[in-house]
């Protein structure tokens, strides 16, 4: 049986293969050319590619936590924590610190080098901002990556969480932005990528992707993607979530999306933003072990793990010890000593993480 968690071993990757360039200037039609490719060919070139950067038989894993859950005065239509759509969720308050780090200390036993920490709020007043700060150093001393969604930041709200020592802040695009208008009408797609702009001048990693399975048309799909990756730098991580859909959200019937179409997302996001860790996001419980072991293949190389995201069903450790012990997948484990101010993250699974 595999071990859960292995160190990076470099002599796995491809010897003498050049990385691929970082590109940010993606056209529509260059995207959907790749996702038209035929399935073995895109597959194999997004294998290629992968393996340029990083191990392929290693995964990088993240635990989410729910600070604080539901109530939240933005409509996203896929969401189970919006004040607008009735979903029977029961919200509560910001959660106590000393919890959180509980929390943490227990995702770290179970083999999770990130902790994802997810407020539903349209962005965070300035009394949550004291609370949060406090979470994002009592996570870091532990020894672990920290990551945290509030939803839209000011300048103050960024400066505070980089000098807490946050290592990655989630804010998707979450579609094109051409639909995105169908899905959210509370807030701008030019005031998310306000934000990640915030984000990334403050020095902070970008994590940033969106969601498929929407309703949206393959142009949504490949238009999404060329926002991600004509970034003035490509985020550090992408999720790409595949719809859960929650009864009661104006999403409930939306038309579930062929698993290989997703498997193709993924291939096309692995191509197009080569050296990013590209996560299997929301959805893998409605996924075959085949499907994830193709989203694999096509270079994801990130997961949450638990039993939870936010609110939703993940597989748990059991499953996914498991799948992992079946692919021959071990855990990217993180060389990350707390008291040394060392580049965090990607540059464990990838050769450079700065972009020209
Ligand atoms: N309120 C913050 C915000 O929206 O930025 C943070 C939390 S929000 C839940 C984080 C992301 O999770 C969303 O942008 C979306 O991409 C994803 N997400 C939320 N609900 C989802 C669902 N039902 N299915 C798939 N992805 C979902
Ligand atoms: C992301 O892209 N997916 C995660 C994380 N970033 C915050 C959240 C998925 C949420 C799935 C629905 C739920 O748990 O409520
Ligand atoms: Fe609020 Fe975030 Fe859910 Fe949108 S996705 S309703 S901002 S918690």
Redesign the pocket.
Known sequence: MTSSVTRLDTSARTPGRAAAALRHDWTRGEALGLYDLPFMDLLFRAQTVHRASFDPNKVQKSRLLSIKTGG?????G??N??AHHKTGLKASKLMEVERVIAEAKKAKAQGASRYCMGA???SPKSRDMDVVVAMVEGVKALGMETCMTL?MLSDDDVVRLRDAGLDYYNHNVDTSEAYYDKI?TTRTYAERLDTLARVRESGMKVCSGGIVGMGEGRNDRADMLVTLANLEEHPESVPINMLVAIPGTPLEHAERIDPIDFVRTIAVARIMMPKSFVRLSAGRTEMSDETQALCFFAGANSIFVGDMLLTADNPGDDKDSRLFAKLGLSALELNLDPSSDHEPGPSAGRQDVRQS
């Open positions: 939240c005065a933005e409509d996203c896929y969401c924590q919006s539903a709020w349209r939803g959210i």
